[in-house]
């Protein structure tokens, strides 16, 4: 019998961590079995042009819109729900959730993508109705797990991890792709939407003494702002780095990419990286689509240890550096770049590392945990 898998999420073109996710998910499971029918429920913040695998929208700063999509997907006949969820795509702070999922009568599997440790009260709300409603819940790292056990009070046999998985890419050498892009000399880059937890200002504060010791370094900072961030402040936040990097003297090494870049062009970029950085100020993020690229091309990464990052990059697949320390970041860069076997090993423990987090591997686990729970 030919499978109907329902995905709820944000979807392309919404230029979004999850959209992209949920597309990857989708094309590789078609890949690994072309009879399955995978049809897209999408959460948008506005109106979108979506291909033909969405079969409905829901706005989703209304709740109605979730209650409605709730209804046409227990007439759907599909044989299992799978749900992507992160608190901002179900109202404002996930209050949409607990009344989306007592509505839906069918099986139901969510991917966590965002699991506050100490949780507001109605972040606590929708998890607790996400571990209460779903078959099974997946989750990107072991911490993730202990999380919603403990926390959440969630039974272990009910949480399932799975790695954050990374797509094929096509790599290219670090010269020929610092040459592609007119670049050249030390790259450290950061990408990602831009939005003030990322604690970029902090990596370029860390700029004037790393250039004391390696005068020839460049810092790309990727991205444009995120749309929720840009809609309440604007690109306040962005004009800030800028007036920061002027202050402290190091404009001419900082290059601002303001743009949502397609996976080749992004590609280029990571290639053409030293050294990628992750100066994230939220200490409890489980899972970061921009740290295990980075690690899924061999790059060395310095990152702030925020729960992702602590799992990723333990035996020495990178380095950790304190919150909001300009100068640990200084120091982990300076070493990176002037102990060249420190270097090396690095960068192969991270390339080992991140080539089993392919998406057609890892969807084959998704695909058996929604066989089993399927109707």
């Known amino acids: 019998m030919k499978s109907k898998i329902i995905l709820v999420s944000s979807y392309p073109p919404r230029q979004c961590g999850i959209a992209a996710f949920t597309a990857d998910l989708v094309n590789s499971l078609g890949r690994i ?19 033909k695998k969405v079969k409905f929208c829901i706005s989703q700063r209304k709740k109605e819109s979730f209650l409605k999509a709730a209804d046409w997907i227990n007439d759907s006949k599909a044989n299992i729900i799978n749900i992507q969820h992160q608190f901002l795509l179900y109202g404002e702070e996930g209050e949409f959730t607990a009344s989306f999922l007592n509505r839906i009568k069918l099986p139901v599997i969510t ?14 709300e929708a998890i607790k109705a996400i571990v209460d409603k779903s078959e099974k819940v ?3 790292i072991n911490y993730a797990k202990e999380i919603l056990r403990k926390v959440y009070h969630a039974s272990g046999e009910k949480i399932k991890v799975i790695p954050h998985p990374v797509p094929k890419i096509e790599k290219i050498g670090r ?10 000399g030390n790259i450290i880059s950061t990408f990602g939407f831009i939005r003030r937890d990322k604690g970029i200002e902090y990596g370029l504060a860390a700029l004037p003494e790393i250039l004391k010791q390696t005068p020839d370094t460049f810092y790309l900072i990727i991205g444009k702002t995120q749309p929720s961030h840009r809609a309440e402040e604007g690109e306040s936040y962005r004009k800030s780095l800028i007036n920061r990097a002027e202050k402290l003297g190091v404009r001419k090494n900082v290059k601002l990419v303001n743009r949502f870049l ?24 489980v899972s970061s689509g921009a740290l295990i690229y980075g690690l899924s ?42 102990d060249g076997k420190l270097r090396k090993d690095m ?29």
Request: proline share 4%; with cysteine; aromatic share 10%.
């Open 111 to 124: 991917t966590i993508h965002t699991l506050p440790s100490q949780p507001a009260r109605r972040e606590k």
């Open 262 to 285: 397609p996976l080749k062009e992004l590609t280029d970029y990571l290639c053409a990286t030293d050294i990628f950085l992750t100066p994230y100020l939220g200490k409890s993020q």
């Open 347 to 375: 960068e192969k423990k991270a390339y080992q590392y991140g080539k089993n987090l392919l998406w057609d591997k890892v969807a084959k686990d998704y695909l058996k945990l929604f066989r089993r729970n399927a109707k």
């Open 33 to 51: 079995d072309s009879e399955l029918n995978c049809r897209i429920v999408a959460i948008g913040d506005k109106k979108y042009h979506y291909d």
């Open 175 to 184: 010269e020929r792709a610092k040459l592609k892009l007119g670049l050249k």
């Open 297 to 338: 091309l061999g790059r060395i990464c310095i990152s702030t240890p925020f729960s992702y990052a602590k799992e990723v990059l333990s035996s020495g697949r990178g380095i950790l550096v304190e919150f909001r320390k300009s100068g640990c970041i200084a120091k982990a860069v300076t070493k990176i770049l002037r």
């Open 138 to 140: 997946t989750v990107m």
